[in-house]
């Protein structure tokens, strides 16, 4: 066990906190769920970068670098779809008949403001099917091209993916406290009220940005490497 190996460990046993922080109803804990996101997502940059300048690159943190991704990821939607889904939505329904119903208050999607006009973007369940579903199919494919002799690197538009990703996934973290506390205090505060929209704004627009380059970067990789659905394994 190396230092790059111990910091994906971190992120691994971290995640569990990062999913029961934001659904405690008090800003203090969501805004440490946002901070505590942050050191998390610059850990998974750092060890990746210090593996590799420093020749610390092993089986195992090849083993657990994805898996620590896909943890986080799917940690990190759950607060997520808890705190923003649509009353309507089908599976928040269905979940509501084993778990405890969601308040009406804590329903925070995000809410674009521009002027007078007032927009909110949900979470429904088929973005985070889109988003999911896409890292189930990816792993799917790089095991079975690996097993034909052939490497899938990482495209440009799946980096970028990644990047308005975790940007969308900060933003929410952050939304989530600072919609906690305007909820709670409705006075006029200008440098706060900026915070809000800006916070909106940013998670809105990444959310969109994320989702499209999902499913573009998909479509993108299955043209390219979809042969390898059609070969034979070595």
Known sequence: MNLPNWLTVGRILFTP???WLPLQPDPGYRFAAFVL?????????????LARTRGLVTDLGKMLDPLADKLLL???????????????????????????????????????????????????WWVAFIVLG???????????AARRGVVIAAIG?????????LIWIGAAFFWFFVATVDAADT????????????AGVVGAFSMIASVTLTVYSMAVYLLRFGHVFT????
Do not use: C, N
Not at 94 to 123: C, E, K, N, Q
Not at 134 to 140: D, Y
């Open 134 to 144: 896409r890292e189930l199919a990816m792993t799917v494919m790089r095991q079975m």
């Open 231 to 234: 070969t034979k394994a070595r």
């Open 17 to 19: 906190l990062l999913v």
């Open 157 to 165: 538009p799946a980096k970028l993916k990644t990047i308005f990703q």
């Open 74 to 124: 799917v940690g990190s939607f759950v607060p997520m779809f808890y705190l923003m889904a649509p009353a309507s939505d089908l599976l928040l329904r269905t979940l509501s008949r084993y778990i405890a119903p969601r308040p009406v208050m804590a329903h925070l999607p995000f809410v674009i403001s521009f002027g007078d006009s007032t927009w909110t973007l949900p979470f429904p």
């Open 187 to 198: 006075r006029d505060r200008f440098g706060w009220d900026f915070l809000t929209v800006f």
């Open 37 to 49: 996101f942050v050191l998390v997502a610059v850990t998974d940059y750092y060890d990746g970068m």
